[in-house]
């Protein structure tokens, strides 16, 4: 008998700092987003779009990044896998560690639940540390907690570096359709 999977929130941050295709990383992350909505990946929400310093080269082009909010209906390891295809249709090439890159997509948070298997880490393990992720995601979840320590968002965004949040800047609100 198939296991029936219930609707959950599902948290995915989007990065890019380099083009693809002829698309500037920005136009990128919000055709990503909208690929990804469908029946069994419901987009509800998406923040606005920031800027960050690439890392740990720094004269690397900076990021453009946003978290979306979606209700998923897939298991968390299908969610993973769909998310590295829509990183390869997008042009992801994963030469080397941190290298700048064309989509990232991370699962940051999927229904509260955690899991510490090979393919499958949740909450995403730098989910609390990551100015890049921790502001837009506060955005368009302030009541958010992590779902380990239950810390809630707005404390860990007063407890990272200020250097990170002053890098950390917004770049523009967006307008998506939402069905």
Not at 147 to 170: C, F, H, N, R
């Amino acid at each position: 008998m198939k296991q029936q999977i219930q609707f959950r929130k599902a948290y995915i941050s989007f990065g890019a700092n380099l083009a693809f295709a002829g698309q500037a990383p920005e136009q990128t992350i919000l055709a990503a987003m909208q690929a990804l909505d469908d029946a069994d990946l419901q987009l509800i929400n998406c923040s606005s779009l920031w800027a960050s310093p690439a890392w740990p080269d720094a004269n690397d082009p900076s990021f453009v990044n946003a978290v979306a909010l979606f209700m998923c209906h897939l298991t968390p390891l299908r969610l993973m896998n769909r998310l590295g295809r829509m990183e390869n249709r997008y042009g992801r090439v994963r030469n080397k560690p941190n290298a700048p890159r064309t989509l990232d997509l991370d699962l940051i948070s999927y229904g509260g639940l955690v899991s510490n298997t090979r393919r499958v880490k949740l909450p995403h393990p730098g989910a609390g540390s990551r100015a890049f992720v921790l502001l837009p995601l506060h955005e368009i979840a302030p009541d958010w907690k992590h779902p380990i320590t239950a810390e809630p968002i707005g404390q860990m965004i007063a407890d990272l570096p200020v250097q990170d949040k002053s890098e950390t800047k917004l770049l523009k609100t967006v307008q998506i359709d939402i069905a």
